[in-house]
Every structure is written in C-alpha cells, then in structure tokens.
C-alpha cells in the first residue's frame, strides 16, 4: 500500500513531467503537401533594370494579395538572369495560380505582360504533388502556349516552419 506521501510525490512528479513536456518546442513538421516551383528566366534586352524591379513589386504584390495559400512569391536577379521562386501551401495552391494565371484568368494580364520583359528558360516543380498537378500543368502550358519545359522533382522528405 502506498503512503500518502508516495502518492503526492508521484503526483507532483507526474504534474511537473507533463508541465515540462508541454514547455518543449514542437516537432518539426513534414511538409509532404508544400510545392515549391523555380522559374528560370532572362530579361529580353531594352528592359531597364527600374522597370524589372517595378514590374516584379508590382506582380509580387498582386499575388499576395489574391492567393491566399502562396507561402512565398520572390523574383531574384543575377545579371540577365532571372529566378522566380514561389512557394505553395500545396497542389491546390499551385493549380490555383495555374488558373489565375490561365486566358481568362485574373492574372492571365500579368502574365502577358511578364512575357514581355522575360523569356523563360524553364520551370521546375518540387515538393508534394501528385499526378493531377503535373496534368493540369501540361493542360495550362498548352492553352498558353508555352514552350519550355517542366521539370518535376517529387519530395523525399523535409521539414518546413510553415507547415501546419
């Protein structure tokens, strides 16, 4: 039998135990669902670099502004070269911008008029998609036109501080 001292004792024991636990810092997180796609891209000649800046601010903030699940939208200049890094939440998000993007869309202008300062080498997919994103690209790239490629690199694994 159990002294009442045993008893309190566990019972502080296991108070503090529990106190302690719920103190540590969360796991990281897998992030199987995160797309991230890196647009390779060079700036036709007679594009100041004013207007590029001005032109990528101006398409950087319609995107937060409309897409709710793009994590991250950033344009990074190297010279004449061009990287696009856009981070998603998910497929879903992807195929949105996809959408927005596509004629008709609500970024179908934008998009146009990125095409007028750069020429795009490629783009490649990374993360948590499946088969259905890789179609509904393919869909989009012929609508558009376009005639680069798409590279698509599935996760392995990973961590991210924005997962959920």
Same mark, same amino acid.
């Given at each position: 039998?159990?002294?009442?001292?045993?008893?309190?004792?566990? &019972?502080?024991?296991?108070?503090?135990?529990?106190?302690?636990?719920?103190?540590?810092?969360?796991?990281?997180?897998?992030?199987?669902?995160?797309?991230?796609?890196?647009?390779?891209?060079?700036?036709?000649?007679?594009?100041?670099?004013?207007?590029?800046?001005?032109?990528? %601010?101006?398409?950087?903030?319609?995107?937060?502004?409309?897409?709710?699940?793009?994590?991250?939208?950033?344009?990074? %200049?190297?010279?004449?070269?061009?990287?696009?890094?856009?981070? &998603?939440?998910?497929?879903?998000?992807?195929?949105?911008?996809?959408?927005? =993007?596509?004629?008709?869309? =609500?970024?179908?202008?934008?998009?146009?008029?990125?095409?007028?300062?750069?020429?795009?080498?490629?783009?490649?997919?990374?993360?948590?998609?499946?088969?259905?994103? =890789?179609?509904?690209?393919?869909?989009?790239?012929?609508?558009?036109?376009?005639?680069?490629?798409?590279?698509?690199?599935?996760? =392995?694994?990973?961590?991210?501080?924005?997962?959920?």
């Amino acid at each position: 039998m159990q002294s009442v001292f045993q008893k309190f004792y566990l &019972y502080v024991v296991g108070f503090f135990v529990a106190l302690m636990t719920s103190a540590l810092p969360d796991e990281k997180k897998e992030v199987p669902s995160e797309v991230i796609v890196i647009v390779t891209m060079n700036v036709i000649e007679g594009n100041s670099k004013q207007h590029i800046a001005e032109f990528t %601010q101006k398409y950087a903030n319609f995107v937060d502004k409309t897409e709710p699940d793009t994590l991250g939208w950033s344009y990074h %200049q190297s010279g004449n070269k061009v990287t696009l890094i856009e981070r &998603y939440k998910n497929e879903e998000a992807n195929i949105n911008t996809a959408k927005n =993007i596509s004629p008709g869309g =609500i970024r179908n202008q934008l998009l146009k008029d990125q095409l007028k300062i750069f020429s795009i080498e490629k783009v490649a997919v990374f993360g948590g998609f499946t088969q259905k994103l =890789i179609d509904f690209n393919s869909v989009t790239a012929e609508k558009l036109q376009f005639k680069f490629p798409f590279e698509y690199n599935p996760i =392995i694994s990973g961590t991210s501080k924005n997962a959920e």
